[in-house]
């Protein structure tokens, strides 16, 4: 079986193999705190050895309890934000019909989310179509205090509840949250929900291989066990006995650290494949909640192509050259369909006639990267064999060992999170949360002086 690959070539017109190389003795250096657990952040490493040890009576019960909802119902709603809710749907989107919304007799449950927005329109409306449909909740929050997923978890509860009986309620609900503590567990305890611990030892950014992102994955009838195999992969691939020039992790570390330092301050994720446009949502938490600290940082962002070439495409080729590109490209699509001969040919498409709909794909993806290298912006490639649960989980994991090893190179704990409180903090006190009185009297004084200039 293929593993996926790194290919740096593209970056060596703007920094050179050497500089790379440079960050070798240093990188080696960083894989080995992470392994012996003596950096910053060391607390929540739970991740880095998740895939080879997790247990297997884990996986049973996740697959039991995916096994007995997927009988029961026809939609999943999954409350969670941030990475309670992004890794589940970046694997889900990947790996699903692109139209499943629209197959009649879908085999499983169609996955729907809430909590990740306080929208009142988007609410009230999936509280509509929940009104017509059997379905069951997963909630997802380590203190279940968040107000996203909380507001929304509970609206829900009281919708399913008055759908159906409080003891047929209970049965439908399960609960990922703190094994000890936080509301949610309270809550859980005392309506007897099925509960599911988040380590205390994993962020919520590296939480998709643990029961947060693996039970609706499972729902969604996906094979779990092939997405943990195809990260143990990786674990040993990138593990600390491997050397610098065959670890993917650590080569893409050191040359996005070099890109950096070269002034190259945002990096672009693309895709050529619609399924991934929720894994780029996934990877942009991850690298942007870890590295984006003390004033440091690579920016992260992502595009869709080829249809974001048609948007975006004019500023990646002469706007600011302070970007470099990072393209995800799948080798295997799951289909095949060629492009017809037509007699009149007034579109002057017939050059392309009977080539595959992935050959002219593939074609815009070589074509934009060279255009890009010659306009200045560097490229990395990532060839991802074909897009499985196994191949899924080498890229997770591949990621979260790079967005480590990055993070220490820049000199952060790419495991906490500090500035996300402060957009908290305000808002509690504008809604005059109890506790929150002097902050909530600071900041209308603020928003008053500044309404008067």
Sequence with gaps: MENLKLNIEKVFDFVSKENIEKYKEEI?????????????????????????SIKSDEIKKIEET???????????????IGGSYLGARAVIE???????????????????YAGQNINEDYLFEILQILDEKSYAIIVISKSGTT????????????HIEKKYS???????????????????????????????????????????????GLIPIAIAGFDIRQLLEGAKQMEIITGEKSNFEDNPAALYAAARNALYKNGKLTEILANYNHRLRYFTEWWKQLFGESEGKENKGIFPASVNYTTDLHSMGQYIQEGERNIFEVVLS???????????????????????????IDEV????????????????????????PELNEF???????????????????????????????????????????????????????????????
């Design 166 to 212: 409080k003891p047929e309620a209970k049965k439908r609900i399960i609960a990922i949250t703190d094994a000890k503590k936080g509301a949610l567990r309270e809550l859980s305890i005392k309506e007897g929900y099925e509960t599911f611990c988040i380590p205390d030892d994993v962020r919520g950014r590296y939480s998709v291989l643990t029961p947060v």
């Design 66 to 80: 995916a096994e007995f909802l997927r009988n029961k119902i026809e939609v999943l709603v999954v409350i969670g």
């Design 147 to 158: 107000t996203e997923p909380a507001v929304a978890f509970r609206l829900l509860k009281k």
């Design 330 to 356: 799948v080798k295997k699509t799951k289909h095949n369909l060629s492009i017809p001969a037509d007699p009149d040919n007034l579109d002057y498409l017939n050059y392309l006639a009977g080539k595959r």
């Design 391 to 453: 191949y899924l989980g080498q890229i997770i994991y591949f990621f979260e060992k790079a967005c480590a090893i990055s993070g220490y190179v820049l000199g952060v704990n790419p495991f906490n999170q500090p500035g996300v409180e402060a957009y908290k903090r305000n808002m509690f006190a504008l809604l005059k949360k109890p506790g929150f009185e002097e902050e909530t009297s600071k900041l209308m004084s603020k928003i008053q002086n500044q309404g008067s200039k």
């Design 94 to 112: 990947a790996l699903s019909h692109n139209f499943v919304h629209l197959i009649k007799k879908p085999a499983n449950p169609l996955i729907l």
């Design 361 to 384: 794909n593939r074609m815009a993806e070589l074509g934009t990267m060279l255009a890009h290298v010659d306009g200045g912006v560097p490229n990395i490639k990532i060839e991802i």
């Design 28 to 52: 080696i250096n960083h894989i080995s705190v992470l392994h012996n657990k003596t950096g910053p952040g060391n607390k929540f490493l739970g991740w880095l050895n998740l895939p080879s």
